[in-house]
């Protein structure tokens, strides 16, 4: 199966580790250095925390300040509404914010939280039940 890594430019390396260990990702020593973090959300998915400097060694770009501005945003889905909140309120509690307010469309709960640098993260819930319902009742309405 192929895997993806995301690298983010983060200030301080051990704080956002700290901040990912609290969403509920693990670390990877295997990947990880004196200048990035490799944090496992799944076995497909991989985030590398990498000093600043580090992400930007082997770039001609200049990375946007994730703080103010918006380059991208990632999402993470999971098995529950309550696995969804508590991963934010963790988030929140170790000093990510919560940018928008929760997206509820009765089948599906988004909540996102940026991390400690700005980067954005939409965690998601969807009732694939309540999905097929209600595409189901949409179906038979339009006939």
């Known amino acids: 199966m192929k895997k993806i890594f995301i690298n983010l430019p983060v200030e ?3 704080k956002s580790m700290k901040f ?9 020593a295997l990947f990880s250095g ?5 944090m496992v959300w799944s076995e497909h998915i ?5 000093s600043k400097e580090f992400f930007n060694s082997h770039g001609i770009k200049k990375f946007v300040d994730s703080k103010n501005n918006i380059a991208s ?8 509404l309550d696995i969804l909140n508590d991963i934010v309120e963790k ?16 089948f599906m709960q988004v909540r996102t939280i940026e991390d400690l640098d700005g ?6 819930y ?7 319902e209600l595409k189901s009742k949409n179906s038979t309405q339009n006939k």
């Open 12 to 14: 301080d390396l051990d």
């Open 20 to 28: 990912y260990a609290q969403l509920g990702f693990t670390n990877n």
């Open 34 to 38: 004196e200048n990035q973090k490799c």
């Open 46 to 50: 991989y985030v590398m925390l990498q």
């Open 73 to 80: 945003s990632f999402t993470l889905p999971v098995d529950s």
């Open 91 to 106: 988030g929140l509690n170790f000093g990510g914010t919560e940018s928008t307010p929760m997206i509820d469309e009765g």
């Open 119 to 124: 980067h954005t993260w939409g965690i998601i």
């Open 126 to 132: 969807l009732d694939e039940i309540k999905y097929e």
